[in-house]
């Protein structure tokens, strides 16, 4: 197996560092292109999605895919363009890959909007009420297109944490709010659960086909709880309550957005497909855990 990372930002590279551990697999190295969040990178020595030459890639020229390459793993977000690995290597020259068996993509939850409180799985389908949401739902389908002949496995990732970028962060940087709006929880998903899942699905020889996968731990919340729980553990007064109605004026478009969604997402059935269970089921051992990593008493 070889396994291709396009994306190596926070999540990206928590995954190239777990399968970095395994002799049978090639991740690419901390060198990514300036393009999407944490950009885009790519093994050596590359053999092109056409023909071309090998080494280096800059931003403006064609993308390329090894094609000793088996497994594909594509972080990087969509833009007003589409995907951007597709936008740029194009789909035929992947659906030519010679080698390559399973594709791994990581959307979002928001695909499916607002359900007002309700619960979503993995059969659920996709109501997008954002523009981000909808080109997330249009990179999904056009990764989906080459399922007929590949195992095709769309992650759809709830709130990303951990160390680096969690309540801690933004309590000890004074910039949490406690907003208060009842029953708006949301699921969350743990850095390295993420990167375990995707270990998981990529040990798994599976048929053709597309495959829906949710990332979330199993206990949305309230953010204001899950910041009251992060100031405990840290011994420091939480931010004062700011009601929703009171702090949405301030708002910034994309916050807006956030809030006018509610939704629960259900992981049962991906954690029994991909044979776990979450390392950090809730945001309490997923804070307890990055503390512990902070102080240098072992790994979250």
């Given at each position: 197996?070889?396994?291709?990372?396009?994306?190596?930002?926070?999540?990206?590279?928590?995954?190239?560092?777990?399968?970095?551990?395994?002799?049978?697999?090639?991740?690419?190295?901390?060198?990514?292109?300036?393009?999407?969040?944490?950009?885009?990178?790519?093994?050596?020595?590359?053999?092109?999605?056409?023909?071309?030459?090998?080494?280096?890639?800059?931003?403006?020229?064609?993308?390329?895919?090894?094609?000793?390459?088996?497994?594909?793993?594509?972080?990087?977000?969509?833009?007003?363009?589409?995907?951007?690995?597709?936008?740029?290597?194009?789909?035929?020259?992947?659906?030519?890959?010679?080698d390559l068996r399973w594709i791994?993509?990581?959307?979002?939850?928001?695909?499916?909007?607002?359900?007002?409180?309700?619960?979503?799985?993995?059969?659920?389908?996709?109501?997008?009420?954002?523009?981000?949401?909808?080109?997330?739902?249009?990179?999904?389908?056009?990764?989906?297109?080459?399922?007929?002949?590949?195992?095709?496995?769309?992650?759809?990732?709830?709130?990303?944490?951990?160390?680096?970028?969690?309540?801690?962060?933004?309590?000890?940087?004074?910039?949490?709010?406690?907003?208060?709006?009842?029953?708006?929880a949301f699921g969350r998903i743990?850095?390295?659960?993420?990167?375990?899942?995707?270990?998981?699905?990529?040990?798994?020889?599976?048929?053709?086909?597309?495959?829906?996968?949710?990332?979330?731990?199993?206990?949305?919340?309230?953010?204001?709880?899950?910041?009251?729980?992060?100031?405990?553990?840290?011994?420091?007064?939480?931010?004062?309550?700011?009601?929703?109605?009171?702090?949405?004026?301030?708002?910034?478009?994309?916050?807006?957005?956030?809030?006018?969604?509610?939704?629960?997402?259900?992981?049962?059935?991906?954690?029994?497909?991909?044979?776990?269970?979450?390392?950090?089921?809730?945001?309490?051992?997923?804070?307890?855990?990055?503390?512990?990593?902070?102080?240098?008493?072992?790994?979250?």
């Amino acid at each position: 197996m070889r396994l291709m990372i396009f994306g190596l930002g926070y999540v990206g590279r928590a995954v190239a560092a777990r399968v970095g551990n395994w002799p049978d697999l090639l991740t690419p190295p901390p060198d990514p292109l300036p393009q999407g969040e944490g950009g885009l990178a790519q093994t050596s020595p590359p053999s092109p999605c056409g023909r071309g030459s090998g080494g280096g890639v800059a931003a403006s020229q064609q993308l390329q895919l090894p094609e000793q390459a088996t497994h594909l793993l594509v972080t990087a977000p969509p833009g007003e363009r589409g995907d951007p690995l597709l936008a740029q290597c194009g789909l035929d020259a992947l659906a030519a890959a010679p080698d390559l068996r399973w594709i791994g993509y990581l959307s979002s939850t928001g695909v499916y909007g607002d359900r007002g409180g309700g619960w979503v799985d993995e059969t659920t389908p996709p109501a997008p009420s954002s523009e981000r949401a909808r080109r997330r739902v249009a990179a999904e389908e056009a990764w989906s297109v080459l399922a007929d002949r590949r195992a095709v496995d769309i992650f759809r990732l709830a709130g990303i944490y951990g160390p680096g970028r969690s309540a801690f962060d933004a309590l000890r940087a004074g910039t949490a709010r406690r907003i208060i709006r009842p029953g708006h929880a949301f699921g969350r998903i743990h850095r390295d659960d993420i990167a375990r899942a995707v270990c998981a699905a990529v040990r798994q020889d599976r048929a053709p086909g597309t495959r829906i996968l949710h990332l979330a731990d199993d206990e949305p919340a309230e953010s204001a709880v899950v910041i009251a729980e992060a100031a405990a553990l840290l011994g420091m007064a939480p931010p004062p309550e700011i009601q929703f109605e009171a702090a949405e004026p301030a708002m910034s478009p994309m916050a807006r957005s956030f809030w006018a969604e509610n939704r629960k997402v259900s992981s049962r059935a991906t954690q029994e497909q991909l044979g776990l269970t979450w390392l950090y089921p809730t945001y309490r051992e997923g804070l307890r855990a990055i503390l512990r990593e902070e102080r240098g008493e072992g790994l979250a």
